[in-house]
């Protein structure tokens, strides 16, 4: 047993308290484990009760800001607190200061950063991987499942973040204007998807000609895998490029901006979003000085 283990064994022991992934946020004192079927698990002839998992601990680790407490600018910390809130599973969160390099840490692979997730007496370091494992294990009809209906909904925003950094470190005036297109096609390209209506909002009997999607997210009105994957990187780009390359997102982008609207108003991502003074201060040494 690593000694980060045995820290967030002894953590959730000593006091017993669980992050409740729901709009309150709040401390659930003394939280009984939760019993989960084996994924695939059916019935028994005769009626015999399913298998069961138990969650005896559940907790993340994400990335500390300034501060070394509140929360740190790393959108896959905050990818996979949306994803434990919003499958309303009962959850430890706590914050790890990196610059301190905590006793715990020491038995990691050098390099390896947050989000960690502890999941019984499981150590999970791979993000990619520990959405997976929760999407697998974390399923109905004890927790929805937040898999995206529609491939595309994925797939939009996939360069958006790629044309934003190469945006945000040039460092020539005269290349400036390339760059700043190259990103404003890739919100282009969301635009039209998010304005795009999907084939359910077409009711093919109906006189209605519908032009316009009206849907408050990615994949429809419930945020998805693919809502926990974009919007924190649009929450950076946001507050980055205004901050170091006064680039706002137009307001023409009516798609753009419903989508973020509806998103700010959900606390699942509000209330995971880092201040805006620990993204400028992530990219004060990335934003490239154009000369």
């Given at each position: 047993m690593t000694p980060l283990?045995?820290?967030?064994?002894?953590?959730?022991?000593?006091?017993?308290?669980?992050?409740?992934?729901?709009?309150?946020?709040?401390?659930?004192?003394?939280?009984?484990?939760?019993?989960?079927?084996?994924?695939?698990?059916?019935?028994?002839?005769?009626?015999?009760?399913?298998?069961?998992?138990?969650?005896?601990?559940?907790?993340?680790?994400?990335?500390?800001?300034?501060?070394?407490e509140n929360i740190g600018n790393c959108p896959f910390c905050q990818r996979l607190f949306m994803v434990l809130w919003l499958k309303g599973v009962k959850f430890n969160v706590t914050t790890v200061d990196m610059t301190r390099k905590p006793e715990e840490l020491k038995d990691l692979a050098p390099g390896t950063n947050p989000p960690f997730l502890l999941f019984n007496k499981e150590l999970k370091t791979d993000?990619?991987?520990i959405e997976e494992f929760l999407e697998?294990?974390?399923?109905?009809?004890?927790?929805?499942?937040?898999?995206?209906?529609?491939?595309?909904?994925?797939?939009?925003?996939?360069?958006?973040?790629?044309?934003?950094?190469?945006?945000?470190?040039?460092p020539r005036k005269e290349a400036n204007i390339n760059f700043e297109?190259?990103?404003?096609?890739?919100f282009h390209r969301l635009d039209v998807y998010l304005n795009t209506p999907l084939p359910e909002e077409i009711d093919q009997d109906s006189v209605e000609d519908i032009t316009i999607s009206k849907r408050k997210f990615l994949d429809g009105d419930h945020l998805t895998l693919a809502d926990c994957n974009l919007l924190p990187k649009l929450h950076?780009?946001?507050?980055?490029?205004?901050?170091?390359?006064?680039f706002e997102i137009p307001e023409d982008m009516t798609g753009v901006w419903r989508y973020l609207n509806n998103a700010y108003a959900c606390d699942e991502f509000n209330h995971t979003c880092p201040a805006d003074e620990e993204i400028e201060h992530t990219y004060a040494s990335i934003a490239r000085k154009m000369t």
């Open positions: 283990l045995r820290a967030a064994l002894r953590s959730a022991a000593r006091d017993g308290t669980w992050l409740q992934g729901s709009s309150e946020g709040s401390w659930i004192p003394e939280a009984p484990p939760t019993a989960l079927p084996e994924p695939g698990a059916t019935p028994a002839a005769g009626g015999a009760p399913l298998q069961f998992l138990q969650i005896r601990v559940l907790a993340l680790s994400i990335l500390a800001g300034l501060d070394g993000f990619i991987k697998q294990t974390l399923g109905p009809p004890t927790y929805p499942h937040l898999s995206p209906k529609y491939k595309e909904s994925f797939d939009v925003g996939s360069d958006i973040f790629a044309k934003f950094s190469a945006y945000i470190k040039n297109k190259a990103l404003l096609r890739e950076i780009i946001k507050i980055a490029a205004k901050k170091y390359r006064d």
